[in-house]
């Protein structure tokens, strides 16, 4: 039986996080409202405005939902505008911004950290559990701080953390969906998978 994958489907990068899902042999769910997260066994909240998405997600009576998901173990993944959904506080050149979250992991999103979209930028990556450097495609992305010991840092570049995991929750500031390389989308099935 295919790996039924959710990926939230409210704004940003939907269709190359479920294209890239379907290509791995998952059952992609576009999730835009509650009923749509049952029996799914990982959910992917992709990049977009983070702004933006926590006002939908609250509009859509998503919030609950999602932290219920999470408190059952089921594994989540925030990629950029997602990791900052996902993140226990929110802050941008050093300022706290006073912006809900879902507040799943101890982590202190720094929005904008690298620059605007006009600084994008693609890195070689060394990620734990991956054996060559992944190409990690940048775009207004946050830099990660654990606030926690239990938050493990999977990558760091110079600045700091871009690729954290606290415990079902992980959060990454670069967009592998818009990479060919599918590895670190076959690591989070592996964890849905078992996990289930």
Not at 47 to 55: A, Q
Not at 73 to 84: E, H, V, Y
Not at 125 to 152: M, N, Q, T, Y
């Amino acid at each position: 039986m295919k790996p039924r994958i959710g990926v939230l489907a409210l704004q940003g990068g939907v269709s190359e996080h479920t294209d890239m899902l379907d290509a791995l042999g998952c059952t992609s769910v576009a999730v835009r409202r509650p009923e749509d997260l049952d029996g799914i066994q990982g959910l992917v909240m992709p990049g977009g405005e983070s702004t933006t998405l926590i006002k939908l997600l609250i509009r859509w009576d998503l919030v609950s939902p999602v932290r219920e998901l999470a408190g059952a173990g089921i594994p989540i993944w925030g990629t950029c505008a997602g990791s900052i959904l996902l993140s226990s506080e929110i802050s941008e050149k050093n300022h706290k911004v006073n912006q809900p979250s879902l507040e799943l992991a101890p982590v202190r999103a720094e929005r904008n950290s690298f620059g605007r979209q006009v600084a994008s930028f693609q890195e070689d990556l060394v990620i734990k559990g991956l054996d060559k450097p992944f190409p990690g495609v940048f775009i207004r992305a946050p830099l990660l701080h654990p606030l926690s010991d239990r938050a493990e840092i999977l990558c760091s570049v110079r600045e700091g953390a871009v690729f954290i995991r606290y415990e079902n929750i992980w959060l990454s500031s670069f967009h592998p969906e818009l990479t060919d390389d599918t590895r670190v989308h076959r690591m989070f099935i592996e964890e849905a998978v078992i996990g289930s």
